[in-house]
């Protein structure tokens, strides 16, 4: 199965430094992974990508959240929850987001940002007496007013 993202997709919206620029192969291990993942937590989402044309942005989303899920996990491959470095006076403290730092994660964001989004609320109503008859005769639907 081919992916939607492809490692250069990645690599080229890195923000700062530190880019896996010669790391393709292993960018795209985490890239399938991410997808699969996708795939299992929006069972939609492959059929939804199959339309032709696909639903408006929605690949280009796609593309976005496996790029943001893969840049986590190559910011932070050892899962370190916090980093302190002092050097004299000076010290300097990271923390990193997240439930699981270095792992594989979806935010609620863009969970929600692969949904599939409903067109409208529509109103209907439901008989469920249709069909019974009772013993002075058929029911009839009448409206009261």
């Known amino acids: ?14 923000v700062g430094e530190g880019a896996p620029v010669g790391q393709t192969t292993l960018v795209q291990t985490w890239i399938d992974r991410a997808e699969r993942m996708l795939r299992k937590r929006i069972p939609s989402l492959e059929a939804r990508m199959a339309l032709d044309p696909p639903e408006t942005d ?7 959240v496996v790029s943001n899920m893969v840049q986590r996990v190559f910011r932070n491959p050892e899962g370190t929850r916090t980093s302190q470095s002092t050097t ?19 935010t609620d964001d863009e969970a929600d ?3 599939l989004t409903s067109t409208g609320s529509k109103a209907f ?7 019974y008859v009772y013993p002075n005769g058929p029911y009839v639907w009448s409206e009261v007013g």
């Open 1 to 14: 199965m081919a992916s939607w993202t492809t490692p250069a997709m990645v690599i080229d919206s890195w």
């Open 58 to 64: 929605l690949l280009e989303t796609v593309q976005d």
């Open 125 to 131: 109503q439901i008989d469920p007496l249709i069909g």
């Open 113 to 115: 940002s692969l949904q």
């Open 88 to 106: 004299g006076p000076f010290s300097q403290s990271v923390t990193y987001g997240g439930d699981q730092p270095g792992y594989l994660w979806l």
